[in-house]
């Protein structure tokens, strides 16, 4: 079994294209022209990802002030996870994100298409890690974080971590309401069900106030704010 060596295996699974910018830099109408899943989660996963979210976002808003992962870096991280699971919402937003923090409009299609063209080799470990992540469904195995614990140090990991829970958690939720504003605009997903799009929709609203205490307790008595694929454990 591969444990410490991150780079074997692929996990640039490319079909998010997204439409050539103006030299403005204004971000277009659609992002992506989904007409099927790449990837479906179920309500429980959902409810998992918001409970790491309490966690993750106090790290990320302490990086904010310490600046000890660079933004665009982030940005980075998780264009890759939104990428894995295809959620077009989050590629539209994020992509307007990544162009007001001077990604080129190449680098922002390069990282949604799976590409490694714009990925440094300084990151090249966290982006496999976030890609890693990201096709884990969230549990990564423990020999992947161990890694980038190596690489760039606990402090720095742990932000890393943080950046891709928080859009696997919006990825989670961002899939089916893409899928439900496909259907408005009479493009329903060949693979979705109305009930599938607003069950996840209206019950999203109603568990993340619920989880996200569920995370806060978690916290607040000590429990580690990472779950890892027990499988590759051994």
């Known amino acids: 079994m591969v444990k410490d060596n991150l780079f074997k295996g692929s996990y640039h699974i490319s079909i998010i294209k997204i439409k050539k910018m103006d030299k403005n830099k204004k971000s277009p109408k659609s992002v992506s022209h989904r007409v099927e ?3 479906k989660f179920s309500l429980w996963e959902l409810y998992r990802s918001f409970v790491f979210t309490p966690g993750a976002m106090s790290k990320l808003i302490g990086n904010n002030k310490s600046k000890l992962v660079d933004k665009r870096f982030i940005e980075r991280l998780q264009l890759a996870v939104t990428e894995v699971n295809g959620c077009a919402a989050c590629s539209y937003q994020h992509t307007k994100m990544a162009l007001k923090q001077g990604m ?4 922002i299609s390069s990282f949604l ?11 090249a470990k966290a982006i ?5 992540f990201a096709d884990s469904r969230g549990f990564p195995g423990k020999y992947a974080f ?8 606990e402090e720095k990991a742990g932000i ?16 089916p309401l893409s899928a439900f504003l496909s259907r408005l605009k009479g493009n329903p997903y060949k693979d979705s069900t109305l009930f599938y799009e607003s069950g996840m929709i209206i019950a999203g609203i109603i568990c993340l106030p619920i989880a996200l205490i569920h ?3 978690r916290g607040l008595t000590g429990f580690s704010n990472i779950r890892f694929d027990k499988s590759t454990s051994k």
């Open 37 to 39: 899943f790449k990837r």
């Open 104 to 107: 080129s409009n190449e680098e």
């Open 113 to 123: 298409s799976g590409g490694d063209s714009f990925i440094k080799p300084e990151e």
């Open 128 to 132: 496999i890690f976030a890609q890693h």
């Open 146 to 153: 161990d890694s980038i614990v190596k690489e760039y140090g």
């Open 160 to 175: 890393i971590l943080s950046a891709v829970q928080v859009m696997i958690a919006g990825n989670m939720y961002g899939i």
């Open 215 to 217: 995370g806060l307790i």
